[in-house]
């Protein structure tokens, strides 16, 4: 590259920005469901198994090859390996697609952010998101809402705004103040929830172990999926931001305080959530299994719906849980939009800000489009449904088989590099842990979506619908891995 590549200010940097990144809207509202759904305290067994054999091991070989090789994803994986640039690109494409809808999400917890000071929703909560607010459509239009558009345009001015600054003065910056603030939110949030009546009750709920849930495979399978998603890793994000590590930087002191942290902070989201989700189980007289729900109907039916029925401290609880996704929210986009905009500077050699205006307004752009619209929920659930079954678990499958399968010869020289520089060495365990069971559970997981989507499809949507917007998203990437390495790069990307 022409100029000189970019790096943290320190260690602490990366791994503020690395939390930030795992730390996401995931946490808040998937972990506490899928803890509930899978055995409650007893999934805390295989999620820590999980998180041994499954999301140490490949969060430890994104960091090495990012810090080892120098750059993002399609580079750093040419650099180990010259066949290997597809896979690269291949991640770089599913990360920039979720980046297009994660802006629209994000959108609508900020958007809730504000709704929150008067409660704005009313009693029928899923009709204000629904009908009112997403104001969604039956059948197909490129109609548009004006309020989802303004909306789009300040998550993507912000955002937009931040990878103008850089690694030092952007991400780094944003993730020091967002972090903290996250920190200082999300625990008074819980600090409240749990004094509320009927919070035990929730918590009972949350924490009481169903050992029977341990037989199940699918119990499992669960456990090594939501590790897997909730650390950013396997989709070039964790490559990329180690690509801006010094070359003495401790990789696994780091990676065991950015998985623990993550780890921590889903624990309390459970505690968090649980503890509200009681008090409105008591409040209405039912069991918690009644009132319990993950993911968007969480987010932005169910909470709003406890929030009404607390009065005054509803409005404060409200006010701090949407608060919380918006900034987790922010952190996390940083992370997802660095990867192809870290992409096409190393590839090409293009400058900063050539590449944040050319990727991150063309991303705007395209994202503007399709959530603006009255379609938008459904653009963001069928996306996000391959985006993230296919398209990420596919691209990590792709680059363990290529380093630990095809290019075995590679692991001694990566083992050699982590135990140089880290505090904790790696070896035949994790070795062992890369070949087989990393990619055997990904296979399996994989195996179990593809048979879905071919038997059933998904969500009941058009078929066309799915092709356009699903499989779409997979022949997208496919392409890009299988061209763009031919597009002949910057000499130091040849190199």
Not at 4 to 28: K, Y
Not at 199 to 215: E, I, Q, R, S, V
Not at 360 to 379: E, H, P, Q
Not at 469 to 488: E, T
């Amino acid at each position: 590259m022409s100029a000189q590549r970019e790096s943290w200010s320190a260690r602490s940097g990366f791994i503020l920005a690395a939390i930030g990144s795992a730390v996401g809207l995931g946490n808040i509202w998937r972990f506490p469901y899928v803890s509930y759904e899978n055995g409650g305290g007893a999934f805390f067994i295989p999620y820590l198994i999980a998180l041994a054999t499954a999301g140490f091991p490949l969060l430890f070989l994104d960091y090495v090859v990012g810090q080892r090789y120098k750059g993002a994803p399609p580079t750093a994986y040419r650099r180990l390996v010259k066949s290997a640039e597809g896979i690269g690109w291949w991640q770089v494409v599913v990360c920039t697609i979720i980046g297009i809808y994660y802006a629209s999400v994000l959108s609508w917890a900020g958007s809730y952010t504000v709704f929150a000071f008067d409660q704005a929703w009313g009693e029928d909560t899923e009709g204000f998101f629904f009908n009112t607010y997403l104001q969604n459509a039956s059948e197909m239009t490129m109609a548009y809402s004006s309020e989802l558009l303004i909306g789009l345009v300040i998550v993507w001015a912000a955002v937009l705004l931040i990878m103008y600054g850089g690694i030092q003065k952007g991400v780094e910056l944003s993730n020091k103040i967002f972090i903290p603030l996250l920190v200082v939110m999300f625990g008074i949030l819980v600090g409240r929830a749990v004094t509320l009546p009927g919070a035990t009750m929730g918590l009972d709920t949350f924490f009481n172990p169903d050992w029977a849930k341990m037989a199940d495979p699918k119990v499992w399978l669960a456990a090594y999926g939501h590790v897997f998603f909730s650390m950013s890793i396997g989709f070039g994000i964790m490559v990329t931001y180690a690509s801006y590590l010094n070359r003495n930087a401790n990789l696994t002191g780091s990676g065991l305080v950015v998985g623990f942290a993550n780890s921590s902070f889903e624990l309390l989201a459970g505690i968090g959530i649980f503890s509200v989700l009681g008090f409105m189980a008591q409040a209405s007289g039912v069991p918690v299994s009644e009132v319990v729900s993950g993911g968007i109907g969480l987010a932005f039916v169910a909470f709003p719906k406890i929030i009404s029925t607390m009065g005054d401290a509803g409005t404060i609880v409200g006010i701090l849980f949407f608060a919380s996704l918006t900034v987790a929210g922010i952190t996390s986009m940083v992370s997802i939009l660095q990867v192809p905009i870290s992409a096409v500077q190393d590839k090409f050699g293009w400058s900063k800000n050539k590449a944040v205006t050319i990727v991150g307004l063309g991303s705007a752009i395209v994202s503007i489009a399709l959530f603006g619209t009255k379609n938008a929920i459904t653009f963001v659930d069928v996306i996000d449904n391959f985006a993230n079954n296919i398209g990420i678990v596919l691209g990590a499958i792709l680059s363990i088989i290529w380093v630990t399968w095809l290019n075995r010869r590679l692991l001694p020289t990566l083992i050699n590099h982590i135990n140089a520089i880290s505090s904790v060495k790696v070896g035949f365990v994790w070795s062992f842990m890369l070949t087989v069971v990393t990619p055997v559970v990904l296979i399996v997981t994989l195996a179990l979506s593809l048979q879905t989507l071919f038997t059933e499809g998904y969500g009941g949507y058009p078929t066309m619908t799915q092709v356009i917007f699903g499989w779409g998203v997979v022949i997208l990437a496919a392409l890009a891995a299988l061209i763009l390495p031919s597009v002949k790069g910057h000499e130091t990307h040849e190199k």
